[in-house]
C-alpha cells in the first residue's frame, strides 16, 4: 500500500488543521494507521493510532485535543487526524504509517511497514 500524507501548513496557537492519510494499492479498512511526528533535533514520536478493528489510542500530549478516525466512506480510503488547540510544541513533520491486520503495540513505529512522506505543521505562538 502506498501513503500520502497532507493538510499540513503553518497556523497560529489555538488554531486547527486536518491532515489526511490516503491510501491507494490496498484495502485500507484491514490496515492499522498511525500519526508519528518528528520535530527538528528530536526523536519520531508517536502522536494517534487507529487499529484495523479495536479502539484509537492517543499520546498523553494529545488527548483531549487531537482526534483521528477514517473516512466514513471506505472506498476514499483515507485515515484523518484532525488537531485542534495546537501548540507551537506541537510544530512537527507528521507522518502516517499503516500495518495490515496487527492490532497491537500500535505506538511503536517498528511495528510498520509503511509509511507516507510526511507533511509541515508548524504553529506559531
Known amino acids: 500500500v502506498q501513503l500520502q500524507a497532507s493538510g499540513g501548513g503553518l497556523v497560529q496557537a489555538g488554531g486547527s488543521l486536518r491532515l489526511s492519510c490516503a491510501a491507494s494499492?490496498?484495502?485500507?479498512?484491514?490496515?492499522?494507521v498511525g500519526w508519528f511526528r518528528q520535530a527538528p533535533g528530536k526523536e519520531r514520536e508517536f502522536v494517534a493510532a487507529v487499529p484495523w478493528r479495536g479502539n484509537a489510542d492517543y499520546a498523553d500530549s494529545v488527548k483531549g485535543r487531537f482526534t483521528i478516525s477514517r473516512s466514513r466512506d471506505n472506498a476514499e480510503n483515507t485515515v484523518y487526524l484532525q488537531m485542534n488547540s495546537l501548540k507551537p510544541e506541537d510544530t512537527a513533520v507528521y507522518y502516517c504509517?499503516?500495518?495490515?491486520?496487527?492490532?497491537?503495540?500500535?505506538?511503536?513505529?517498528?511495528?510498520?511497514?509503511?509509511w507516507g512522506q510526511g507533511t509541515q505543521v508548524t504553529v506559531s505562538s
Open positions: 494499492g490496498g484495502t485500507f479498512t484491514l490496515y492499522s
Open positions: 504509517a499503516a500495518d495490515p491486520l496487527n492490532p497491537v503495540r500500535l505506538t511503536s513505529a517498528d511495528v510498520y511497514d509503511y
